[in-house]
Each structure stands twice: as C-alpha cells, then as structure tokens.
C-alpha cells in the first residue's frame, strides 16, 4: 500500500517563520531588558516634566541632558538637546532631582548579550532547519555528498521486489544464463566440487527497454539473497573523491552481506573509457572507476558476490571492465522475436480484462521492431482506450490502435487538413501500399490511414512481415528501398508535383542505401570493403565514415543512383497499375481507414470499365 505523502511546504514558510520569532523577540521580549532607545523630547517637556517632579535623575553633558523618570520599579529614559539655560541647576535642585549616570543604565550588559546570544541562536537554528530540509529535497548529489561517501545502494530483499522469472518474456538465453548464478549463489557446493568458479559479474547489454532492469530484479526476487542495487549516476559526485568513497562502501558492505548480489544499473555513466591525454579527462569519474576495477579484483569470488550491471551502450566501456575476471560474462537482452512479443503482450495482458476477440500473435506480428516497454506500454494504453470508449474489457481494436498510438503518437482529432492535402496523402499512402504488394518480396500491408497523428504523420502505411526477418537478401532491401519511395512517386505521376510529405520516407530509404554499400557489402564497386562503422548499436546507430574522402564522394554518388533506381522502379510499378492507384486512393479517401483485406479485394477486383 502506498503512504500518501503529505505535501511540502515551500521554504518561503520557513523564512516566513523565522522572521516571525525575530519580530517578536524584538517587538515584545528584548525591550524590557535592552533599552536601546531613549526617547527624546524637546526642552519644553523636559521644564514641565521637572515642575511636575517627575525627573528623579539627570546627567548633563555638552550638547545633550540625558533623564530618567522617576518611577524605579519601571525607569523610562530620556533625552533632551541642552539649551544654553543659566537657570538650569536651579531648577533640577527645586524639583529635587539628584545628579548621577543615567546613559549608561539605558541598556543593561546581561541584557545585550542575552539578545545577541538569542538572537544568533535563533538564526543557526533556523539555517540547521532549512539545510536539513534543502539536503531532502534535492535528495541526490548534494545530500549524498553530505553523507561523505556512504553508498546510498538500495538493499531489496528477495520478497521485496517480488519480481520473478516468469514476469520476464522473451529473453530465454539471459534468463538461462542468469539462472545458473542464482543456482550457484543456492548450492555453492555443486560447483566447488567440480571445480568450476562462478563469473564474478555479468554485463547485461541491450536496447532500451528490452528488460535488463527488469531481469536484474528478477535476479534478485529469484536468488533470495541481498541485493544491493545502485545507479551508475548516483556515483558521480560533486566533490572528487567521493565516488571512489562510496565504491569503496558498497563492496564492504557486500562483502559483509555474502552471499549477495550488486547491480549497477546504467554502468556507461562511470564506466566510459579513459581517454588518453586530451582535455585533462574527468579525475574523478576516472577515480570511481578505478576503484571500481581495485574492488572487483580484491573480492574472492568464490565468497559468492556477484556483480550485475546494465548498459545500453556497450561500446563506450573501459576495455579494462570487460576483460575475464571483472564482467566476463556479457549477456545480450535484445529486441524480443516474434514469439517474444507475444510473451510479453501476455504477460502484461494478464493485469487487464481481455474480450475474447484478441490475438495477441497478430498484434505481436504488427508490432516489430518494438521493445517489451513499448509492448507493456501498448497493453496499458489498450486498457486507457477501452475506459475512454466505456468498455469493461480491452478488445482487439483497442490493441490494435494502441501499437499505432506507441508507434506514430495519437490521432489529432482537431488538425484539419484541406480536401486537396487529404487527397494527395490517400495518394501517398496508396502510392507505398501499392508498390509493396506489387513487389513479391515485399510484406502485404495491414491497415492505411490518412488520419493524422501527433508524431506528425499525415498519413501510416502499417505493414506486417509474415515471417520473423534474421536475414534480409539483397533484393528484399531494393524493394523496401522502393517502398518508402512509392508515395512519393504517387505523388509525382497523378500530381506532377511533389510535397513535403516524403521527408520521412527520404530519411529512412537513404539510411537503407548507405548501409546496404557501405556495411552490407552490396555493391559491385566496392564489394566486401567496410566503409562505415557503427557507433553505438542500440542507440540509434549512428555511422562514423571509415575511408578516404574521395571513396565518400565515390559512395555518394552510388547511393544516388540506388535511390533513382528504385524511385523509376516504384514509379513504373505504378503506372502500370495506375488505374487501381485510382481506385485505392479514392476509397481510402472515403473511408480515412482501410483494412488489408480491404485494400487486397480492391487489388484483385477486374478493374472497372471506363
Ligand atoms: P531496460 O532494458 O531499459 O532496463 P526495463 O527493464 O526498465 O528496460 O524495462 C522497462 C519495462 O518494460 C519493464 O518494467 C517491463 O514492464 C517492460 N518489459 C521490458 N522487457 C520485458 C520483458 N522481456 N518481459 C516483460 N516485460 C518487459
Ligand atoms: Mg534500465
Ligand atoms: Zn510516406
């Protein structure tokens, strides 16, 4: 059950606070005992004051008379500019007024001092109070720091997080191979018998949202050992050196807790390679590592400390982490298949109420190429979509509108495009389906629609592999090259103009043709020759150029002509079958969404007479 947290108060309350005691300490308190302030009249009051007996005291000096009034219990004091008055001590004798020190009496010792000691003691404790609430808010490197280098992992024991095995789908190989440390950490015995010496750590690399997380914990909920878990950020600190102290703390503490697990989520923040000379390097993010490398030798691994960590960035890491004896084994949690995807959809499908329409090897096939936290995400938001529409149930099409929402965003129901507009993307969209159903090799399509979403598509094209893709031939690559230039070529043969609307395609099918040259070794020119190396394969996989300038001009020019080749190749496609572009455009026009089968009857209709 989750605690409602009560809300923060903004700091202005405390200042407000503070300020407060001080007005009234001031105000009410430190008067009776601290008399800075004599009151000054002017000579006049002073006379009658003195006719009427009330001055019991005087002290004259050159410029000033300074008076106390005569009542003891309560002295008020008083001061007055002295007047060139010759008849002044006549007057202060009658009234009887006796002459002695009045100034020093306007303020007491004790009663200066009291106020100042208070008054500073209020303002320490006041700063205390504000530091301490300050160091929770900002809760990480500022608190952490203040800590001075105590690890700040999270302890979970195994009931804690309660996550298993069997809530990871997909990834059976990380999970084989993650179940053998676990069984190791069961029954050390077994393993010391034959000899055998468990890995001191295992890397878990991958994509994004591919599980690592999720199979670490699930380590952990399986193990029933302690598990300490830490970020790789929660290392870097403010001050240098503290990263190194806070490694330093979490290997003693794990050393004390053994058998136990540590995982170090996100290890790219302090494991980057060390670069040589350059701009003097980060000291003390190279300091942490460096700890961190002296700790994984120091342990034995045979106490049975095993080492997790995550990354999605493999290729940045220190040579020095990935070398036997520190994380030999490397487990890769890749995109889930097909028969994955369709693990995880029901797996999380479980949490929610299903019609009993749904087929989950159907949405898994429409969703490649996504990772198990845009499938969790896509059932959830499934489940949103059937509370919009007041079902008790998710169905079918709910799933299905939800891998195009975690895919190209949500309808944008209010964006208005003109006739013209919304008749050049049915063309568009068409123009992509059309060429890929003509092209043997290529997938038939699922659904088309012209209704835009908030990605900023206009119009989707969905199309569905039949099989699982590992390998793509050469011939499969040109026809998805002349795919994505299939609605641009629509455009250009019924239009005879061009749009906007093809930046997209543009990018994808130049990014198609690059690597088909340059990685693949798909062309006769250069043939099996390494032109390009990818950077970082689960982030996006940027290329960095790897030949001589003029080779680059040289592949420039090939990748051009591979563009305009399958651009004719898309634009002769469909001008042979420019009567049924036609047709398919105009019904999609009608109706914004089409099925497959749809857009399949229509193609193998006879045409219409004209
Ligand atoms: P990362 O690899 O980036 O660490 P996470 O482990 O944080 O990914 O995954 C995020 C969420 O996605 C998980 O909490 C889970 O709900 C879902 N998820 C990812 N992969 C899987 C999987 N293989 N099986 C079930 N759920 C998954
Ligand atoms: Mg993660
Ligand atoms: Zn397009």
Redesign the pocket.
């Known amino acids: 059950m989750q605690q409602i947290k009560k809300p923060k108060k903004p700091l202005i309350f405390y200042y407000g606070v503070g300020l407060l005691i001080m007005f009234v300490l001031n105000a009410v308190i430190f008067p009776r005992y601290v008399r800075n302030q004599i009151e000054e009249v002017d000579y006049g009051t002073f006379l009658t004051m003195l006719e009427e007996k009330q001055v019991s005291m005087a002290q004259m000096e050159k410029d000033y008379i300074y008076f106390v009034d005569n009542n003891e219990e309560d002295p008020s004091f008083y001061s007055t500019i002295a007047f060139n008055d010759p008849e002044l001590v006549d007057r202060l004798r009658t009234s009887g007024c006796k002459f002695g020190k009045v100034k020093e009496k306007e303020a007491s010792i004790f009663g200066t001092i009291l106020s100042v000691v208070v008054q500073v003691a209020v303002f320490v404790f006041i700063g205390q109070l504000l530091s301490r609430i300050l160091m929770k808010r900002m809760g990480g490197s500022m608190g952490n720091a203040m800590s001075f280098g105590k690890s700040s992992a999270k302890i979970y024991v195994a009931s804690e997080t309660g996550i298993k095995f069997t809530?990871?789908?997909?990834?059976d190989e990380a999970k084989e191979q993650l179940q053998e440390i676990v069984d190791f950490l069961h029954n050390p015995d077994k393993y010391q018998e034959i000899g055998a010496v468990m890995p001191k750590g295992a890397l878990l690399v991958?994509p994004?949202?591919?599980?690592?997380?999720?199979l670490a914990k699930a380590v952990a909920g399986e193990a029933e050992v302690p598990f300490f878990s830490i970020s790789g950020s929660e290392f870097v600190e403010m001050f240098v050196g503290m990263g190194a102290a806070k490694v330093r703390d979490l290997f003693k503490q794990a050393n004390e807790k053994a058998p136990c697990i540590v995982f170090i989520d996100e290890i790219d923040t302090i494991g980057k390679k060390r670069d040589s000379g350059g701009m003097g390097g980060n000291d003390e993010r190279e300091q942490t590592l460096n700890q961190l490398l002296t700790e994984m030798d120091g342990f034995d691994g045979s106490r049975g400390v095993v080492i997790l960590a995550?990354t999605?960035r493999p290729e940045t890491l220190d040579p020095a982490l990935l070398r036997p004896g520190r994380f030999d084994r490397r487990v890769p949690?890749e995109l889930?298949d097909l028969a994955g995807r369709e693990n995880?959809l029901k797996?999380?499908a479980k949490k929610v109420k299903l019609g009993d329409d749904i087929d989950f090897n159907a949405i898994a096939r429409a969703a490649a190429g996504t990772?198990?936290?845009e499938l969790?995400n896509m059932v959830n938001e499934a489940a949103l979509r059937a509370v919009r529409g007041g079902r008790a149930y998710v169905t079918q099409a709910d799933l299905e509108e939800s891998i195009e929402v975690v895919i190209a965003g949500y309808q944008k129901k209010n964006q208005v495009l003109s006739d013209k507009e919304k008749l050049i993307v049915s063309y568009h969209e068409i123009g992509h389906a059309l060429v890929a159903a003509l092209q043997t090799d290529s997938a038939p399509v699922t659904k088309i629609t012209i209704i835009p979403r908030t990605s900023g598509a206009l119009g989707y094209t969905m199309q569905v592999e039949e099989r699982e893709h590992n390998l793509m031939s050469k011939e499969e690559l040109e026809n998805k090259i002349a795919t994505y230039a299939g609605g641009r070529a629509a455009e250009e043969l019924i239009f005879g103009s061009v749009t906007t609307g093809a930046s997209n395609d543009i990018e994808q099918m130049t990014k198609m043709a690059r690597a088909m040259i340059t990685r693949y070794g798909m062309s006769e020119e250069f043939g099996m020759m390494a032109l390009e190396t990818v950077n970082n394969q689960y982030m996006g996989g940027d290329t960095s150029i790897v030949c001589a300038a003029e080779t680059a001009a040289a592949v420039d020019e090939k990748v051009s002509a591979l563009l305009k080749k399958q651009y004719q190749k898309a634009v002769k496609l469909l001008q042979e079958k420019k009567q049924k572009l036609h047709e398919l455009a105009k019904y999609l026009y009608e109706k914004e969404t089409i099925s497959g089968e749809e857009f399949m009857r229509i193609l193998k209709e006879a045409p219409e007479c004209v």
């Open positions: 809530d990871v789908a997909g990834e991958g994004p949202g591919t599980g690592k997380t999720l995550a999605n949690v889930p995880i797996v999380h990772s198990g936290a969790a």
